[in-house]
């Protein structure tokens, strides 16, 4: 049986390039001995299997079963050994990293002098780049070299790195605190997503004041700051305060634009924070400023000096293509949306096994989305099956609640009505089984249950009715929420005047846009 999705070693052989499968042949051929190894031949086998498959493997003579997990385990380790020394992987911080290393055998073999020459050289490159722990472990190791070579200078060398260490180890406190918090600000909103009540508002604020460390602003050097606003930004998101989100994000990558060296050491988070950026300027509304950010990161990323590696490839195609598709949700433009789909799905495909489930759900949510304004419910349906049928999505409860409501929405559209009465029951115990059953989402549920009871003539009047009861909740703190995944209200005034939702929304945009100018 296939097994190719959970073999690592079988995923990291087939992750390699051409280049790196030549070094990593060349570096196993360094040793005449290693030329008819069992693990250079399990390579060489992998290398052309389409999928893992450990019978062939067995068959082939290849390695004995006793024997495949220590060969399979000491061929993963030669692997990274090579991609180690491959120069593409050559960071600033296993740069430093290395560096450190020597610096330890130097010291090992007495050769004080020497082992503190490059540290010293290392810790000021790790202060550069802001690599503070590094530069924490490097003076760590300065003082047990200082300790042993007594020089007439002991007093003043003491003094300074004491004073060295003590700021690093503040500073690393501090960021170490904000980044805690950032990453369960993040686990929370990647649970049960946007905060659904007083009751959960109140936990919020109280979390992140009983978290957020005591600090100068003066003193914070690069990273700090970058956690900083990271940890700002996810709270911002989880109180669905999206101007504070776009005031963050902005310091964010504006920060990058500060420290442009830091873009090469950290393109992750530059990605990110022109990410949240976007979704902030989304969000508020704002085409034009989104337009503009979104041309400026396309620019950037497609830089020659830019990081390309797999794990850099796979976010900038996440991050560019999501947001080029919410270009065309501001407006409504959604023909033109829909056009962009089919090559976003092929390229989906080839990146699926670098990107979590989760955002290969949200791309599924946003092709349903993009098709419901354009009014083809059929290929709606067909992205959202692919949400509501994914048993392993343990992650976002927020996503496959309103997949579920638009599920229903579009049958009716769709005039698939004949199992309306089940997915209507299947929907109400979905959102009462993890506590979502909201206003919004009971009147709607509601309204296509009583569909069946309306006449034809009064059906108008049933869309300004609900319009009318829905319109209330549209600036409401908690349950505004909806209309972030579902734009309700537009949908039906396209049902009470007759005309595609995508002209509302672009209605909508327009005078939205000239009373802002």
Known sequence: MSKDQKDNLFLLVKS???????????YVGRLDVNQDSKFLNLFNFLDKSKAYDEPAILDRGIVKKQQLANV??????????SLKLNPSHQNIRSQIREQLDFASI?????????????????KEVAIQYEEKNLAYEIVELEKIIESQYITRKISKRANELTTQAEVLSS???????????????YGIILKSGYIKNEEESNKIKAYFNDRFPTFYFKELGFREKLWLYNAY????????????????????VNLFEEYPQMIIVNPVFYLKGNNYLLEA????????????????????????????????QALTFLYLNLNSINAYFIDGSFEKGVKIIPKIERELDTFKDRLDEHNVMIFYFKFANMHFGYGNTKACIYYLDKIISNKSLLIREDLQCFARVLNLVAHYEAGLDHNIEALLKSTYKFLLKINDLYEVQKELIA????????YPQDLKQAFINLRETLKKYENHPFERRAFLYLDVIS????????????EVIRKKFLEKNKLNS
Do not use: M
């Open 447 to 454: 309204f296509v249950k009583g569909l069946q009871d309306i």
């Open 491 to 502: 949908w039906l005034e396209s049902k009470i005047q007759n005309v595609p939702i995508g």
């Open 72 to 81: 399979k385990a000491h061929l993963y380790k030669q692997i990274l050994i």
């Open 171 to 185: 500073l690393n406190l501090i960021s170490s605190k904000l980044s805690n918090l950032s990453l369960q600000l």
């Open 281 to 312: 300027l989304f969000f508020i509304g704002n085409k034009q400023k989104f337009q503009d950010h979104l041309l400026r990161f396309q620019e950037v990323t497609s830089e020659k000096t830019f990081p390309n590696d797999e794990n850099v």
């Open 16 to 26: 390699l390039t051409k280049s790196e499968k030549r070094q990593f042949k060349l």
């Open 233 to 252: 930004l996810w709270y911002s998101f989880l109180l669905q305060d999206f101007k504070n989100c776009y005031r963050y994000a902005l310091k964010w």
């Open 106 to 122: 130097l010291y090992h073999k007495a050769l004080y002098r020497q082992s503190l020459k490059i540290l010293d050289k290392a």
